[in-house]
C-alpha cells in the first residue's frame, strides 16, 4: 500500500472529498467492506461547521453501536414552541426526539470512526479539484494525484466537485433565482432565563418565512439560530439580532455565522457516471425543519451501499458496476427522497406562511404537536405526516369530537 505522504499517483475505487457526516459516513462503510478508498478534507479535525447540532432519533440506526456514548450530548424529548417570542406551550414526549451534540465533537468522532475501519484519511488539503478521465476521475488534492474510479462529492453546500465535474448544474442554479439556497444565521450563547434544557425551542412568526430555535448543550450553553425555508432571508444576522433579543440570549457578535442551505431543487442527480453526490453537496436538506445530518448520512450509507454491491459481484473490474451503483443511487435519491422533500416544500409554504395558525391550534390540540416530532423519530415521512394531519384536521371539524389519540412517536 502506498503510504500518505507519497507524492506518487494513488489508484483507489473510490475518492470521497468532504469529511463531514456525509464523507465519513461513505469512507467507514467502503473501508469496512474492503473497498480501496481514500477521504480527502480541506480541513484539519476537530473544525467548526455552522449546525444547531440537533440529531434526530432516527439517526441513531445509521451510525455505530454506541457512537454517541462517546462524545458529550444532551437528550431532547420535547418541544417548547413560542410564537413572536410569546408564552410557550410545551411538551414532553417521554422518549428522545433528538441528540444535541456540538459539530466539533461529533464530525472528529465520526473521522475517527471511518479511522478505525481502515479508511485512509488526508486533512488540511488546500484545495481538492477534480476531472472526469477515460471511465474514471483524476483528483488533484495538494501535491497528491488520485485515480478513482468513483468520486463521493461530500464536500458541503458550495461544493467544489459538482462545479468541476458539472458546471452545467451550477449554470443552472445561477440562472434560477429560485432554487438558490436558503440562508441560516446561528451562534453559541447562553440564556439569561434558562428555559427546559430537555426541549428543544422553536418560535415561529419571528423569523419571516421559516423559523429561530435553541438547543440545549451538555456544557449548558445553546445552539441559536434562524433560518428562512420560503426564500433566501433579506437580512439573516437582523432576523437573529431580533431572535436573541427576545430570547434574552447573549453570543458573541464575532461567532455570529451565516451560511447557506442548500435548496434540494438545486441538484440534478445521475448525470455523471460514477459520481455520488451526497448530503449538502447533493442538496439533501429537508426542506421543511432544514434537518440535513440525518440525510447526509442517509444518502451516504445508500451510496456507499449501491457501490459495495456492485464491486462485490463477479464482473465488479467492468466500468459499468460504477455505472449502476451511481444510477442505483441516483435512483434513490429521486425515487425517494425527493417526493418526500416536495411534500416537506408544500408544508413549509403552508406552516411559514401562516405560523399564526398553526400555533393556535397545536396549542387547543397538543397531538398535532407529538406528529410534528413524530416526523423526526422515524416514525412519519413528510406524506405520511401530511395524511395524519389532514386525518387529525378533519377530525376536529366534527362537532364534539376531540382529535384522534394514539401514539404519534
Ligand atoms: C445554521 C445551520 C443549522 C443547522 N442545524 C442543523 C441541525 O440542528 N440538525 C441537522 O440535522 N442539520 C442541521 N443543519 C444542516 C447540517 O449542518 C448539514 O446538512 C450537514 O452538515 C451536511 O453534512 P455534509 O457532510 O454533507 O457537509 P458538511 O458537514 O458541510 O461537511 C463538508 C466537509 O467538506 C469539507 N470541504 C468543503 N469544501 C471542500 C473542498 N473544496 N475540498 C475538500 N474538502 C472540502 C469541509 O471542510 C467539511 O468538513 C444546519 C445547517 C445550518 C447552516
Not at 478534507?41 to 440529531?55: A, H, L, M, V
Not at 479511522?115 to 472526469?132: D, K, P, Y
Not at 431580533?242 to 442548500?262: F, I, K, N
Amino acid at each position: 500500500m502506498t503510504p500518505v505522504g507519497d507524492v506518487r499517483p494513488l489508484h483507489v475505487d473510490a475518492a470521497v472529498v468532504g469529511l463531514g457526516p456525509a464523507g465519513s459516513t461513505a469512507l467507514r462503510l467502503l473501508a469496512s467492506a474492503g473497498i480501496s478508498c481514500i477521504g480527502i478534507d480541506r480541513s484539519t479535525f476537530p473544525r467548526n461547521k455552522p449546525c444547531g447540532g440537533g440529531i434526530s432519533a432516527r439517526t441513531l440506526p445509521l451510525l455505530p453501536p454506541g457512537f454517541l456514548d462517546e462524545i458529550p450530548h444532551q437528550i431532547t424529548s420535547g418541544i417548547s414552541l413560542t410564537f413572536r417570542g410569546g408564552p410557550s406551550q410545551n411538551q414532553d414526549f417521554g422518549r428522545p426526539i433528538a441528540y444535541q451534540v456540538r459539530r466539533d465533537e461529533f464530525d472528529m468522532q465520526m473521522v475517527e470512526a471511518a479511522r478505525r475501519a481502515g479508511g485512509r484519511i488526508l486533512t488540511g488539503v488546500e484545495t481538492v479539484s477534480a476531472r472526469r478521465e477515460g471511465e474514471g476521475f483524476v483528483l488533484r488534492a495538494g501535491d497528491r494525484v488520485i485515480h478513482a474510479r468513483a468520486i463521493f462529492a461530500a464536500d458541503g453546500a458550495t461544493s467544489r466537485i459538482l462545479r468541476d465535474l458539472d458546471p452545467e448544474s451550477t449554470r443552472h442554479i445561477r440562472d434560477h433565482p429560485a432554487l438558490r439556497p436558503f440562508t441560516s444565521a446561528e451562534a453559541f450563547g447562553t440564556l439569561r432565563h434558562p428555559i427546559d434544557d430537555r426541549h428543544v425551542a422553536i418560535d415561529l412568526g419571528l423569523v419571516t418565512g421559516g423559523y429561530a430555535w435553541s438547543f440545549p448543550k451538555k456544557d449548558s450553553s445553546w445552539g441559536l439560530g434562524v433560518a428562512g425555508f420560503l426564500g433566501p432571508l433579506s437580512d439573516p444576522r437582523g432576523e437573529f439580532a431580533r431572535y436573541l433579543e427576545s430570547r434574552q440570549a447573549a453570543v458573541g457578535e464575532s461567532d455570529v455565522l451565516t451560511w447557506p442551505l442548500p435548496n434540494f431543487r438545486s441538484v440534478r442527480h445521475g448525470r455523471v457516471p460514477g459520481l455520488f453526490l451526497v448530503g449538502d453537496a447533493g442538496a439533501i436538506l429537508d426542506p421543511f425543519l432544514g434537518e440535513g445530518i440525518y440525510y447526509a448520512i442517509l444518502s451516504a450509507t445508500r451510496g456507499a451501499e449501491a457501490l459495495i454491491r456492485e464491486l462485490s459481484r463477479k464482473d465488479r473490474e467492468t466500468e459499468a458496476a460504477v455505472t449502476r451503483a451511481s444510477t442505483a443511487y441516483a435512483h434513490f435519491v429521486k425515487g425517494t427522497l425527493w417526493p418526500d422533500f416536495s411534500q416537506g416544500a408544500r408544508l413549509a409554504q403552508v406552516l411559514y406562511r401562516f405560523p399564526g395558525f398553526f400555533f393556535r391550534i397545536t396549542r387547543r390540540h397538543p397531538g398535532l404537536l407529538a406528529l410534528y416530532a413524530s416526523v423526526l423519530t422515524g416514525k412519519h415521512d413528510y406524506r405520511s405526516f401530511s395524511r395524519a394531519m389532514i386525518l387529525r384536521t378533519l377530525f376536529l371539524l366534527i362537532p364534539g369530537r376531540t382529535p384522534l389519540s394514539g401514539p404519534a412517536l
